[in-house]
C-alpha cells in the first residue's frame, strides 16, 4: 500500500506516461492512412470496415517499426523518459592488434548487427511500437475520461452528474459532498492509470528494446577489445614510462653527486635523462592519443636492434651492466622483436629497483628455434651513498610478463638463483611468434 502511494507521489510515473501517450499524436497519421480503404469501400458493414481499418493500422505501425531509426528513437525516448537503461544497438569492430604487434592499424568502420539477428528479434521493435500505441491510447482516453468527470462533477458544474447502474442497482451523484468524493476517487484512478502504464512499459522495455542474444555477445565482444586495449596500453605505461622514470631518477642521483666531482660524468648522466625522457615523451603521446579515441600516431617500435641504447641508459644510472649477445638479433623481426625488447626492459627495470646495486647480466640468445633472455642480478638493500634507493612496487610487473610470455606461447622463469642473485629467463619460440 504504501510502495502505491509512493508511485503516485514520483515524477518518473507521469514522466513514463507522457512517454505512453505520445504515442497517440505520433499514431494518428498512420491512422489517416488506414482509414483511407474505408473511404474506398464505403458500403461494406461497419464491422468489417472496422476490422480492416485496424488490420492495417496495425501493419503500418508493425512496418514502422522495422526500422534501424525507429527503434534509436525508442531507446532514446525511453532512456530519457523511463530511466530504464538501454544500451545503443551494438555495432562490431574487427579485433585490434595483439599487445606486442606493434603499430594497431586504423579501426574498420562498425559492422551493424542487425543482418545478424533473428526473424523473432527483429519483431521484437515492432510488437513494442504496438504495445506503446495500445498503452497510450488506452491510458489516454481512461485518464481523459476521468480527469473530466474530475474536474467537471463537483459542485454539478455544467450540470454534471454521474449515474452509475449495477446489478440492478443505481446511484446517480449530481452536486453535494458526494460529488467531490467522486471527483477525488476519480483523480486517484487516473493516478493509478498512469502507474499501470508506465510500469507496463517499464517491464517490457528492457525485454523488447534491450539487446538481443547476439547484441549481447556483440556488446562482450566489444567490452573484450576495450578490456584488451586498456591491458595493452597498461602494459605501454608500465614498461616504457616506469621504465624511464625508473632510471632518470637514479640518473639525477647520480648527476647530483658528480655535479661538483666528474662534471663530464654528470653532463653525461644529464643527457641521458634528456634521451630517456624524450622516449616517455614518445609513448606518452601514442597512448594518449588512444584513450582520447583519436587516430593515434605510430606507436614506437622498439625492438631488440635499441637494445644497446637500452643497456647504456641503465649503465649512466651507475650501475654495471654486463651483456652476452650470441647469434644475430638482427635477424629477429617483428612481434617477436619488439616484445623481447619489452622483456629485457621491464627485466631491467626490476633489478634497478630492487637490485643490490651488484651487476646486472643481461643474456640474448638469438637460435633458429627459439630466443633465449635472461636476466640475473644481485638481491638485497641497494645503498648508493649511505643512502637506500626505495621505488613503489605496483604488483603489476612479473604477471604483465608472464600474460605477454604466454601469448607468444613462450616459457617463463622468475625467481631466486642461489643465495643473493634473482634471475629472470624467457624463452620464446620463433617460428611461431615471428
Known amino acids: 500500500m504504501i510502495e502505491a502511494l509512493r508511485s503516485l507521489l514520483r515524477r518518473s510515473t507521469y514522466a513514463g506516461a507522457l512517454f505512453a501517450y505520445l504515442a497517440v499524436p505520433a499514431s494518428l497519421p498512420l491512422l489517416s492512412f488506414a482509414l483511407l480503404p474505408a473511404f474506398l469501400w464505403r458500403t461494406a458493414p461497419e464491422g468489417v470496415l472496422f476490422v ?33 537503461a538501454l544500451p545503443e544497438p551494438s555495432a562490431v569492430r574487427r579485433p585490434a592488434s595483439s599487445p606486442d604487434a606493434g603499430p ?17 528479434d ?4 515492432p510488437f513494442w511500437l504496438l504495445l506503446h500505441v495500445a498503452l497510450g491510447w488506452t491510458g489516454a482516453l481512461a485518464s481523459g475520461v476521468l480527469l473530466f468527470v474530475a474536474l467537471t462533477l463537483p459542485g454539478g458544474w455544467l450540470e454534471a452528474e454521474v449515474g452509475l447502474s449495477l446489478f440492478g442497482r443505481s446511484v446517480r451523484v449530481a452536486g453535494g459532498w458526494q460529488s467531490w468524493a467522486v471527483a477525488l476517487g476519480c483523480l486517484l ?28 555477445l556483440a556488446l562482450a565482444a566489444q567490452r573484450e577489445l576495450r578490456l584488451a586495449e586498456r591491458n595493452r596500453l597498461a602494459h605501454e605505461l ?9 632510471t632518470a ?12 666531482a666528474d662534471p663530464v660524468a654528470a653532463r653525461a648522466a644529464l643527457r641521458s635523462i634528456e634521451e630517456s625522457a624524450r622516449a616517455a615523451l614518445e609513448d606518452l603521446d601514442y597512448v594518449l592519443g588512444v584513450l582520447r579515441e583519436q587516430q593515434a600516431e605510430t606507436a614506437p617500435a622498439r625492438t631488440l636492434a635499441d637494445l644497446p641504447e637500452l643497456l647504456e641508459r641503465v649503465r649512466h644510472t651507475g650501475v654495471v651492466v654486463e651483456s652476452d649477445v650470441s647469434g644475430d638479433p638482427a635477424q629477429v623481426q ?27 647480466g643481461v643474456r640474448v640468445a638469438a637460435g633458429p628455434e627459439a630466443l633465449e633472455l635472461d636476466v640475473v642480478n644481485e638481491t638485497g638493500a641497494a645503498v648508493r651513498t649511505g643512502r637506500r634507493r626505495v621505488f613503489p612496487t605496483s604488483g603489476h610487473g612479473l604477471p604483465g610478463l608472464v600474460e605477454r610470455v604466454r601469448l607468444l606461447h613462450g616459457e617463463i622463469e622468475a625467481g631466486p638463483e642461489g643465495p643473493r642473485c634473482w634471475r629472470l629467463a624467457v624463452r620464446l619460440p620463433v617460428r611461431l611468434s615471428a
Open 52 to 84: 480492416m481499418v485496424l488490420l492495417v493500422w496495425v501493419s503500418l505501425i508493425g512496418l514502422v517499426g522495422l526500422a534501424r531509426t525507429t527503434r534509436r528513437v525508442l531507446i532514446m525516448a525511453a532512456r530519457r523518459l523511463l530511466r530504464v
Open 104 to 120: 594497431a592499424p586504423t579501426p574498420s568502420a562498425p559492422v551493424p548487427l542487425s543482418g545478424a539477428l533473428s526473424v523473432a
Open 122 to 125: 527483429r519483431w521484437r521493435t
Open 189 to 216: 484512478l487516473a493516478a493509478a492509470v498512469c502507474v499501470l502504464v508506465t510500469k507496463a512499459l517499464l517491464w517490457s522495455a528492457p525485454r523488447l528494446l534491450g539487446p538481443s542474444a547476439a547484441e549481447r
Open 238 to 246: 608500465h614498461d616504457s614510462i616506469g621504465h624511464t622514470l625508473t
Open 249 to 260: 631518477t637514479i640518473q639525477a642521483a647520480v648527476a647530483g653527486e658528480l655535479m661538483s
Open 334 to 360: 617483428g612481434t617477436l622483436s619488439r616484445a623481447a625488447y619489452r622483456i629485457l626492459q621491464e627485466g631491467l627495470t626490476n633489478a634497478v629497483r630492487h637490485g643490490a646495486g651488484g651487476p646486472i
